[in-house]
């Protein structure tokens, strides 16, 4: 079975710093996607970004990259010019080709301080 | 295009009772999830609907179960509940062929349990 972890349960920045989230995962498979989600105090959960595990060019969204290491299974997330809105639980996620259920990572909390 | 919706937002119930949790898709999703995020515990997947029947479920009791209609929303049971029952439940919905598309997730029902 595939597991996520996220070994940061807490993360501070200051605004218009940059920080980065980490995430490890395991598995035995060779065609998979990852995902980062924000989840604000609002609740509900919100795509920050994908990647595919076959491109070998790293995800970027606006202010939002991946430093994707498939060898070292390791998907981190950076978040540049870090805004008040950017405060919010960040969730690791995991998911095997097909349509099957997202695994995820227990979280980071991230605390943006002005 | 209007998201995920689940209903209702908060539900309070007390030990040994029935809960039901509502939730529609996005229009043209036809797989639905249920996850439950614990205190503490990250999000734990529930339950996986397509085309009406169940697809995968986790590593949860029998008092959990569901269904999907139709329309392919769906609902999630819980029966004989127990205080540790009481977690945010968020639904997602995707294509049943997803590729790299994300699941899209509801606000939550947020289930409190007496």
């Known amino acids: 079975a595939q597991t996520v972890t996220q070994s940061q349960p807490e993360m501070s920045v200051q605004e218009a710093e940059t920080v980065t989230l980490s995430c490890t995962y395991d598995?035995?498979?060779?065609?998979?996607?990852l995902f980062w989600y924000k989840q604000p105090p609002s609740r509900q959960m919100i795509l920050v970004i994908r990647?595919?595990?076959?491109?070998?060019q790293n995800a970027t969204e606006n202010r939002f990259s991946v430093n994707f290491q498939k060898a070292a299974k390791s998907f981190s997330l950076k978040i540049s010019d870090s805004q008040l809105g950017d405060a919010a639980m960040y969730f690791c996620?995991?998911?095997?080709?097909?349509?099957?259920?997202?695994?995820f990572g227990k979280g980071t909390r991230l605390s943006v301080i002005a | 295009e209007a998201g995920v919706t689940q209903s209702p937002t908060h539900l309070i119930k007390t030990r040994g009772q029935q809960a039901t949790l509502r939730c529609s898709p996005i229009?043209?999703?036809?797989?639905v999830y249920w996850y439950q995020q614990a205190l503490g515990l990250g999000l734990q997947f529930l339950l996986w609907?397509?085309?009406?029947?169940?697809?995968n479920r986790g590593n949860f009791p029998p008092r959990f179960s569901g269904r999907q209609f139709p329309n392919y929303s769906s609902e999630l049971n819980v029966n004989a509940l127990e205080l540790e029952d009481s977690a945010l439940y968020l639904c997602?919905?995707?294509?049943?062929?997803?590729?790299?598309?994300?699941?899209?997730f509801g606000d939550g029902t947020r289930l409190s349990i007496l």
């Open positions: 598995t035995s498979e060779s065609d998979y996607y």
């Open positions: 609907y397509d085309e009406g029947e169940e697809r």
């Open positions: 990647q595919e595990a076959y491109k070998q």
């Open positions: 997602a919905s995707s294509f049943r062929f997803a590729g790299n598309q994300p699941q899209h």
């Open positions: 996620a995991y998911r095997s080709a097909g349509n099957t259920p997202l695994v």
């Open positions: 229009s043209g999703h036809t797989s």
